[in-house]
């Protein structure tokens, strides 16, 4: 099964894409993180992310379209994934849509995580990652048991350069003027659910399965 999880930065589709990869057996694959992990490698597709992303600009969708095709061509997404912040924009929701049909696969759902922007705002300025296995913590919301440490790795949290105010309403005028496309793209498709994300984490997680199961 390939999922898609749309929704604006900071929705809680990294926190839901982590519940659900456990509950449906499938492998999260988060664009972000791939761009983040280059840059800690500093490669050269680290180095060129890196001057997008500090601006709040989508990295070119010919090199993230690369990056995606083959993390997903791995052994490990050959029955499925999740995919979290991919596709980000109609050139990249028809590309992965003809590299899958080329396979003989196809996009089964599209989840939309629907959130207030006044709220978005509130979680990207209290969110913390964990630097080992990137997953996400909230100062008020979703701490994690020690302060600073990750629950599942003992990895180090660290708060994200782009989630500044003013790097996070950038981002969000970009999901907005490029992104919000895709909500008609995938309900003339069919596959487009919703779930109310301005809820309890783990009432997200129950609706959404509801939805995809
Ligand atoms: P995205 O991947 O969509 O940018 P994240 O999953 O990283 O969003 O979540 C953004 C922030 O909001 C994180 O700090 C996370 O802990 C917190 N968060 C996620 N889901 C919820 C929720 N349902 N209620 C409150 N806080 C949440
Ligand atoms: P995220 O971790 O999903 O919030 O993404 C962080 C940043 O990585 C974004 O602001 C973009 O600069 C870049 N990025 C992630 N996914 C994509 C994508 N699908 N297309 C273009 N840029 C992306």
Redesign the pocket.
């Known amino acids: 099964m390939y999922i898609i999880l749309l929704?604006a930065?900071?929705?809680?589709?990294?926190?839901q894409a982590e519940i659900l990869s456990k509950e449906l057996g499938l492998t999260h694959v988060s664009t972000g993180d791939l761009f983040r992990e280059a840059q800690a490698k500093g490669t050269e597709l680290g180095l060129l992310a890196k001057s997008y992303m500090e601006k709040g600009a989508l990295v070119p969708d010919e090199v993230t379209v690369r990056m995606i095709l083959e993390r997903i061509a791995a052994a490990d997404c050959a029955q499925g994934c999740i995919l979290?912040g991919f596709p980000r924009t109609l050139g990249q929701a028809r590309a992965l849509d003809e590299a899958l049909l080329s396979l003989g696969k196809q996009i089964d759902r599209v989840l939309y995580i629907k959130v207030p922007s006044d709220e978005l705002l509130r979680?990207?300025s209290?969110?913390w990652l964990c630097r080992k296995c990137q997953t996400?913590?909230?100062t008020i919301?979703?701490p994690p048991r020690v302060a600073g440490r990750c629950d599942r790795c003992d990895g180090e949290l660290y708060q994200r350069a782009d989630d500044t105010l003013e790097t996070a309403q950038k981002r969000l005028e970009v999901y907005f003027a490029q992104t919000m496309p895709l909500m008609g793209y995938y309900t003339e498709a069919g596959k487009l659910v919703e779930v109310d994300?301005n809820?309890?984490?783990q009432k997200?997680a129950e609706d959404s399965l509801a939805v995809l199961r």
Do not use: C, E, F, M
């Open positions: 929704g930065p900071g929705a809680g589709k990294g926190t979290d979680r990207l209290g969110r996400p913590y909230h919301t979703n994300g809820q309890a984490i997200v």
